[in-house]
């Protein structure tokens, strides 16, 4: 594939290869003891060209055949859409930082006993429940090459441990997961998930039954991803450019709570959805979405941006809007890390506070409802009903509904000061919003 | 290849020692609004090998097939290490050994030119339809795989698959703010054959989008609901179906309990199936990636469990025959209990019968997003109509079902007599395994007490 990039500058006008090399180590463990090894080598290329103006894209695992690739793409662009796409050009390398080599080369034996050690500390606590425990190791390198002189390369590890748990009786299953990541072995708080889950657990032992009607609700970091999916979609700038997005025309204008500011960063290390570029080689920066409760920016693709009129901001990556794809599918305007800026409440301030309401942990359903116009309506998964400030027992059978939009507006109560890493990308603190629907069967 | 494969796993230390390797193409045509966002083509070739060791299980997944010897010895490795540490080591259930050339010529040498032409037309249809049409997302995809499958009993199989899907959105806005969509899917397991002659699909969608901004949002409460064979299917295979796929339950007595056989969940009239094969259907599998024949599965049969979806590991283990139902969605995983094509048979009421009787209800149809965790379901669906004294009334949207699964095959209290079947454009998700090809159906079913979330 090397030869590649010179034959494509011989034929077409632009061309950008990318290749991910990814090695992924997922351990699984489940009823207390290790259940299976998966060791995933897997490699591929994405060339995309723009041939006398016209956009061609083609994929494959193939590397012996880069002419196939090229003819491939090709192909494609003989009747592709009409683009400009100007290729971002060479710029020096800011040095991996995601990448730490105690953890790639970490033997399975010390993953397996990561793995056992999240066993014990979920039996000790709660002997009674069954428990799946899985461990995934992910090294990637990730190069991107074009036309414009851009090379760059970065290698990435991580290290997830996610967790499911469920207590089982007749006619009633109370399941909790969670998970919890790093870019090291060292900086693995798996303790601290192990806690996570036992105050779960422990929350809802008691079943009560579910209130109805509007009330407060205070969302955990985990619950609190069903209130803000739709900002993932409404911040795309492929939502405004469309004018699906109700934000469209709305920059610099005051649409939230003064105390919600929201972040998309693909600098942040510890995420998973950043790195030192984006999946186009466009070096990832902080962009401000919300700021202060204003209106202050969109997230941008080079060829969203291209048709916006703007420029990119480092948010094209591979896989929809909340990005994490492979080598397949083509880059498009994604978030990288989208954070929710903490407040000052801890989240038992926020359950004292709202008094008499729910606590949301996990929904189910999330992205159903009309993106667009912001409106959600979620199962809740796992929630747990608040009254005079306390945590009294779980709930189920809620469905809860709202608009975002709204809720952000004129119904936040407080945000809290201890934000978690949601899908290795959201980086969320709990939340109390006021008048939220709950209607309970 | 045949011989590299059935040397190198000759060769094999492992107990049980199994090859797949994948070979697909596939294509994509994305038209959103009035721009081409993709036209693409792709070719993908990789392999995963599974080992069985003192009974314990080790994989390895790669594209480069010249390491398939060293990739076999890594999974053995693997497989000692989970076997030194395991008490409950896996069996596998007996099966006879196959050799077999599973063929399908559709789905070949269509040219990419003539697939972005079609889907050209379809765009511009939708977007001619109504000044309303703000966007559209005409989505094509078609895919063709042929997979070699070879474990050390014996077995050696290579079956091509088609599968073919298109999706015809359309997006409407009133221009104060709200925005609506419409949706048809085409999925079958074919070539690009089973999307010609969609125009009528794509002004459908087009005038559902306009239609729905007139739609009145639906009051949160308690209802009787009508659900579609769409809607219905989709019900039958996310809140049940995962319920009857055996790793779900195998590791889990008390969850096992509650899905024994004989227990009786619905009326006598209820009888879902899954099936191994039906022409021209998404979910087929003439062998599963165990090599294990196809058969239907009676799920419940006159409302009470008649078994459960198996792989050979969860057939041992639960003292059942294997069904067929091991899958995988690529060479990139390894199989696991899936569905195949899942639905609800025909019952003996007609439209006419369910909804004469319903004073204040919901005809919900179709699926627009849906979600299920054990008991719990929550489904949207794509639209619907209320139901006044018997009769269908204005249109309805933000239409969120949700409950418990026990409680509403229970409430299931009508079964129509007009069965379809439906493909979809996505498939399902499953341990990581998204997108898996699928068919879901069933004939309209009345449920008592749903509740339904709004504002």
């Known amino acids: 594939m090397d030869s590649l990039l010179n034959q494509a500058k011989a034929k077409v006008d632009r061309a950008e290869l990318y290749r991910l090399e990814r090695q992924t180590t997922p351990l699984a463990f489940r009823t207390g003891q290790l259940e299976s090894i998966h060791t995933k080598q897997i490699g591929g290329y994405a060339l995309r060209v723009v041939w006398n103006g016209h956009l061609g894209y083609a994929t494959t695992t193939d590397s012996a055949q880069p002419e196939a690739l090229l003819d491939a793409a090709m192909d494609a662009a003989a009747f592709g859409e009409r683009v400009s796409l100007a290729l971002p050009g060479p710029r020096a390398d800011r040095g991996a930082r995601r990448y730490d080599e105690d953890l790639a080369s970490a033997p399975m034996e010390e993953l397996v006993a990561l793995g056992e050690q999240v066993v014990a500390g979920l039996e000790s606590g709660a002997p009674e429940a069954e428990t799946g425990v899985f461990v995934t190791r992910g090294i990637d390198r990730v190069s991107i090459e074009n036309t414009s002189g851009l090379n760059v390369s970065e290698d990435r590890a991580s290290i997830e441990v996610s967790v499911e748990v469920s207590c089982a009786q007749e006619d009633d299953i109370f399941i909790v997961a969670d998970s919890i990541h790093a870019r090291s072995l060292a900086t693995l708080e798996a303790d601290r998930l192990v806690d996570r889950v036992l105050r779960n657990l422990r929350w809802g032992e008691t079943l009560v039954p579910a209130p109805s009607g509007k009330m407060p609700v205070v969302f955990t970091p985990r619950g609190a991803i069903a209130v803000l999916f739709p900002l993932v979609f409404g911040y795309s700038g492929r939502s405004v450019y469309l004018g699906t997005s109700p934000l469209k025309g709305k920059l610099g204008e005051v649409m939230f709570d003064p105390r919600v500011s929201l972040v998309d960063d693909g600098t942040v290390v510890d995420g998973l959805g950043g790195g030192g570029f984006d999946d186009e080689g466009v070096p990832t920066r902080r962009t401000p979405l919300i700021a202060g409760g204003e209106v202050a920016g969109f997230y941008y693709d080079l060829r969203t941006a291209e048709l916006a009129g703007v420029g990119s901001t480092g948010n094209g990556f591979k896989g929809g809007m909340l990005g994490g794809a492979d080598f397949r599918a083509l880059p498009s305007a994604s978030v990288s890390n989208l954070l929710l800026l903490p407040g000052e409440a801890t989240l038992d301030e926020l359950i004292e506070e709202v008094g008499d309401g729910l606590l949301v942990d996990t929904v189910l359903g999330l992205g159903q409802g009309n993106l667009s116009s912001g409106d959600f309506s979620n199962n809740v998964a796992v929630a747990y009903k608040i009254e005079r400030g306390r945590i009294i027992g779980r709930v189920k059978n809620a469905m809860l509904a709202g608009n975002t939009y709204r809720l952000l507006n004129d119904r936040v109560v407080g945000i809290g000061d201890c934000p978690e890493w949601i899908f290795g990308r959201l980086f969320v603190p709990p939340l109390a919003l006021s008048e939220v629907n709950v209607a309970a069967k | 290849m045949e011989q590299r494969i059935r040397t190198a796993i000759a060769r094999s230390g492992a107990d049980y020692t199994e090859v797949r390797v994948e070979r697909s193409r596939r294509s994509r045509v994305f038209y959103q609004r009035d721009k081409l966002e993709g036209l693409e083509t792709a070719s993908e070739l990789g392999g995963v090998v599974r080992c069985l060791k003192k009974g314990g299980w080790g ?397």
């Open chain 2, 59 to 455: 994989v390895a997944v790669f594209n480069d097939l010249t390491r398939l010897e060293a990739k076999l010895a890594e999974a053995e490795k693997a497989a000692a290490l989970v076997g030194a540490k395991t008490t409950e080591p896996v069996r596998l259930a007996p099966v006879s050994a196959i050799e077999a050339h599973v063929r399908a010529e559709q789905g070949r040498d269509v040219p990419l030119r003539r697939k972005k032409e079609r889907m050209e037309s379809y765009n511009r249809i939708i977007l001619a339809e109504s000044d309303k049409i703000v966007a559209s997302n005409v989505h094509y995809r078609d895919v063709f795989r042929e997979i070699t499958y070879a474990n050390s009993e014996g077995t050696y199989l290579i079956q091509e698959i088609p599968d073919t899907t298109l999706l015809l959105g359309a997006v409407a806005s009133d221009g104060k703010g709200n925005i609506q969509q419409g949706f048809e899917m085409v999925g079958e397991a074919g070539g690009f054959d089973m999307v010609l002659h969609r125009e009528e699909a794509a002004r459908k969608a087009a005038q559902r989008a306009t239609a729905m901004l007139d739609a009145r949002s639906v009051g949160g409460g308690q209802y009787t609901v009508i659900l579609d064979p769409e809607l219905a299917g989709v019900f039958i295979h996310e809140a049940f179906g995962h319920f009857c796929e055996a790793d779900f339950l195998f590791k889990n007595p008390r969850l096992a309990k509650i899905m024994t056989v004989g227990n009786e969940f619905g009326t006598r009239e209820l009888n879902v199936v899954d099936e191994g094969y039906i022409a021209g259907r998404r979910g087929n599998l003439p062998y599963d990636d165990e090599g294990v024949a196809r058969q239907k599965t009676y799920l419940i049969q006159e409302g009470r469990l008649r078994g459960l979806l198996h792989s050979r590991e969860t057939a041992a283990k639960m003292g059942a025959e294997p069904t067929g139902n091991a899958r995988a969605v690529s060479y990139e995983h390894p199989p696991i209990v899936r569905m195949r094509n899942t639905y609800i048979e025909n019952g003996s009421s007609s439209f006419e019968e369910m909804i004469r009787d319903i004073d204040r209800g919901v005809y919900a149809i179709r699926a627009y997003g849906g979600e299920t965790e054990f008991e719990q379901f929550s489904f949207s669906a794509a639209y619907a109509y209320e139901i006044i004294d018997g009769e269908i009334g204005g249109m309805l949207r933000d239409v969120v079902l949700t409950g418990n699964l026990f409680d509403t095959l229970r409430s299931i209290d009508r079964i129509g007599d007009d069965g379809s079947l439906f493909g979809g454009v996505g498939g399902c998700g499953k341990g990581g395994q998204n997108a898996l090809p699928v068919t879901v159906g069933s004939p309209h079913i009345r449920i008592h007490n749903v509740t339904i979330g709004g504002k």
